[in-house]
């Protein structure tokens, strides 16, 4: 006798479907745990974790937002492998005005958040045509460009880069600053990409031909897609130089570009819920094997084989899933 | 004296490489009119489409849509200046509903234009575009998912897309093709309403004999030239037409 899985929604995920998720206390809850957690699970975070663990969520937050903003990307067609072009812009901007010109953070993060979307933007629209590996090739070289032109022309510190900046005012100022952007990233594109707005973004990655069909330009789209992302990535970015007190080149090393990727699919693609996830089980990952010395990589890459063989969906489809639906065994009839 | 045409097309041609595609196509279509456009497989019906639509520039030639050079334009703004059409292979979005895939085509900012400014509430002017092509309102066929609906309903989507755009000049890529009898003869109805309300249309299809009673004229491709151009008995007359789909010896 064969058999198959069956999938059922969950009987609460039905009543919870329309207005009737007012009836109960517990539909209520099913609703809204999922949205309430994320919140509740980063403040209790914050409070509980030693100073040093408090450092490490300030770097899972950062990569989380750049797997954000990459998983906006993706799913606007658009596969980034240049993450730290935006990160790494950000970072100069804030470090740049914070250094000549000694603004302090709480003007130099906002505008290099702007100006270096802005930037970013440009760097990248004259390839917005090219698709798939070639639109990606060029993010990957663009960030290596950089640095290359950085070292040769010795400007912004050259090598040594820039130090002595400026500290945000305290410790909790860092971590408040970066969940409450955390959080609001997560829900305004989760949000964002569910509105008409995000299905005409969703379109193009389908298939543009019928979004262009539409009369609806879509290389205006993907720049817009392209601002919001790298915007993103350029807050991370400045964020991270008022953290360190410094900017370098290592703002446009390739782990900027490649973390964010492994968390963004190791969490689950195209829900920015996954990427979040995929951010804080490998940066908190990568912490914990320090001690192994060498071998840390090893076990890094280990992992990442085993999570993406063994939940190729990515985590936060799985649970979804699984907060959603029943499953169970119904045998074939033949 | 006649009065100007819609769409203008004179000496278009289009080579891929070394395959002429289309070559030195002149013709004209007036307002109202509905135009098939037959063919043998390969004989440049769809590139012609194409042509017209903006997917692919000429290498040679000239396209007017009402006085207007609109030759080598971007397919975005072709659009907006009121051409619309239907692909022959209908790619929806299957994951969404029905009605959601007419989301896109209601962001256009030809719909912005046509009414003013405002797009008012999409999900409900997608439901009701989609009554006009027969998804039945209590039927719920509307809020099935694109990846449930059979062949006869996804070209009818296709169809409420491209009426979405609220244009002058639609080209129906063979949307007639894969489907029933019955299928054929509840569309045509759809499509005689249209012709009644003034779009101007250009039907490409295989269908001959369902082509023929709604067609006001034929052209007639083979090997990207135009080989016929008249009414459906005058182009079925003409020997060109025969060669072309028989053989040399009819």
Avoid at chain 1, 228 to 233: E, F, L, T, Y
Avoid at chain 2, 107 to 126: E, F, H, I, L, N
Avoid at chain 2, 139 to 154: D, I, M, T, W
Wanted: with cysteine; glycine share 10%.
């Amino acid at each position: 006798m064969k058999r198959r899985r069956e999938r059922i929604d969950r009987g609460i995920k039905a009543r919870s479907g329309d207005l009737f998720a007012l009836c109960s206390w517990r539909e209520m809850l099913y609703l809204s745990t999922p949205r309430l957690l994320p919140i509740i699970g980063l403040l209790v975070l914050s409070f509980a974790l030693s100073v040093y663990w408090q450092r490490v969520l300030l770097s899972v937050s950062v990569f989380a937002l750049l797997a954000i903003s990459w998983d906006i990307l993706a799913q606007t067609g658009m596969i980034s492998l240049g993450q730290a072009l935006f990160f790494g812009t950000g970072a100069y901007l804030a470090g740049i005005m914070n250094h000549y010109w000694g603004w302090p953070p709480v003007v130099t993060i906002p505008l290099a958040t702007f100006f270096g979307g802005l930037l970013c933007t440009g760097f990248l629209v004259p390839v917005l045509r090219l698709r798939g590996i070639y639109f990606s090739m060029v993010t990957l070289i663009i960030p290596l460009m950089l640095v290359r032109i950085i070292e040769a022309t010795r400007i912004f510190g050259g090598t040594e880069g820039i130090s002595g900046l400026a500290p945000l005012p305290s410790r909790w100022m860092e971590l408040y600053l970066v969940i409450a952007a955390l959080l609001a990233t997560l829900f305004g594109f989760r949000r964002l990409m569910s509105s008409d707005f995000g299905l005409v973004l969703k379109g193009i990655n389908d298939n543009d031909r019928s979004v262009m069909n539409a009369g609806i330009n879509i290389y205006w789209f993907k720049t817009q897609s392209l601002f919001i992302a790298s915007s993103v990535g350029a807050f991370a970015g400045a964020f991270m130089t008022h953290i360190y007190l410094f900017v370098g080149m290592p703002v446009f090393a390739l782990d900027y570009s490649i973390l964010p990727i492994a968390a963004a699919v190791v969490g689950g693609i195209g829900t920015f819920a996954g990427s979040v996830l995929g951010a804080f089980i490998l940066v908190p990952l990568s912490e914990i094997l320090r001690g192994l010395g060498g071998l840390r990589i090893v076990f890094y890459g280990v992992f990442l084989v085993l999570f993406t063989v063994a939940i190729p969906e990515g985590i936060f489809h799985y649970i979804q899933r699984k907060y959603h639906q029943v499953e169970r065994w119904v045998e074939v009839e033949k | 004296m006649s009065p100007s045409p819609l769409l203008r097309i004179f000496g278009l041609s289009k080579n891929f490489g070394g395959v002429q595609a289309i070559n030195d196509l002149s013709m004209e279509l007036v307002e109202g009119e509905l135009l098939g456009l037959i063919g043998p497989n390969g004989s440049g019906k769809t590139t012609a489409v194409n042509l017209i639509t903006g997917f692919v520039k000429p290498t040679e030639g000239e396209i007017t849509f009402r006085d207007r050079d609109i030759t080598g334009w971007a397919p975005y703004k072709i659009v907006r200046l009121g051409i619309a059409r239907t692909f022959q292979m209908v790619k929806p979005f299957y994951q969404l509903p029905a009605y959601k895939n007419m989301i896109i085509p209601l962001y256009s900012p030809r719909v912005k234009q046509m009414t003013g400014g405002k797009y008012g509430d999409r999900d409900a002017k997608a439901l009701d575009l989609l009554e006009e092509v027969g998804f039945e309102r209590d039927a719920f066929v509307a809020y099935k998912a694109a990846s449930a609906l059979p062949q006869g309903y996804l070209k009818r989507l296709e169809l409420a897309k491209a009426i979405a755009l609220n244009p002058d000049l639609m080209i129906l890529d063979e949307l007639f093709s894969g489907l029933s009898l019955a299928e054929v003869a509840s569309i045509v109805p759809i499509i005689e309403k249209l012709r009644q309300e003034g779009k101007t249309i250009i039907m490409i299809e295989h269908r001959l004999k369902e082509l023929f009673r709604i067609a006001d004229r034929i052209v007639v491709l083979n090997f990207g030239e135009k080989i016929a151009e008249g009414t459906s008995d005058e182009v079925m007359e003409s020997d060109a037409v025969k060669k072309a789909y028989l053989g040399a010896e009819a």
